[in-house]
């Protein structure tokens, strides 16, 4: 089975007029997600933001959760926040995980839009199960990835949907639900 690596990204996104910007960083996000990494046996996760306050932030609350006070109050949210990374672009994510892993990662697309050539669950899942090169699952912070990271993925997953048309889901409650159906235990 290949490695499983998860980047949220900061930058470069869009905005809701389609315009790419780079978003704030929130604190529950890098904590929550790492959680969900962790569960689901992520090698990595990495928070992805040129601007280096928003680095600082991130941090700071890893920092605290890998300290004494953080790690006694919750020792397993220490253990999760120990697989942060933390980069100011994809390239350095993609470098990261070459020198770790020894190839480039194949990159997975996610968004709350349907994607061309979009792949569904139960394939990508069979597909994570090959050997070879190391999986990135790219997430999109604001109102999604820009096209084109969406073009240059070598991989792009179909939408979470719900019940009704409603499709709107925070990226830490999306990281979940993908993580669970692409390696949680069926």
């Not at 006694?72 to 990374?85: G, I, K």
Request: a positive charge.
């Amino acid at each position: 089975m290949a490695d499983l690596y998860v980047a949220l990204l900061h930058h470069p996104v869009l905005d809701r007029h389609g315009e790419v910007v780079t978003t704030a960083l929130t604190n529950i996000d890098v904590h929550d997600i790492a959680r969900s990494c962790r569960t689901f046996g992520v090698r990595a996760f990495y928070v992805v933001t040129p601007v280096d306050a928003h680095r600082a932030l991130a941090r700071r609350v890893v920092r605290h959760w890998q300290s004494q006070h953080g790690a006694e109050f919750n020792p397993s949210r220490h253990d999760a926040l120990e697989r942060v990374r933390l980069a100011r672009s994809l390239e350095g994510v993609e470098i990261d995980i070459e020198k770790s892993s020894g190839s480039v990662p194949r990159q997975i697309a996610t968004s709350a839009r349907s994607l061309p050539n979009g792949v569904g669950y139960a394939e990508m899942r069979e597909t994570l199960k090959s050997a070879g090169p190391p999986f990135l699952l790219l997430l999109g912070t604001g109102w999604g990835l820009t096209a084109d990271l969406v073009e240059r993925a070598q991989y792009r997953l179909a939408p979470i949907h719900g019940v009704d048309g409603y499709n709107h889901l925070s990226v830490r409650a999306a990281a979940a639900v993908l993580l669970d159906r692409l390696a949680g235990t069926r």
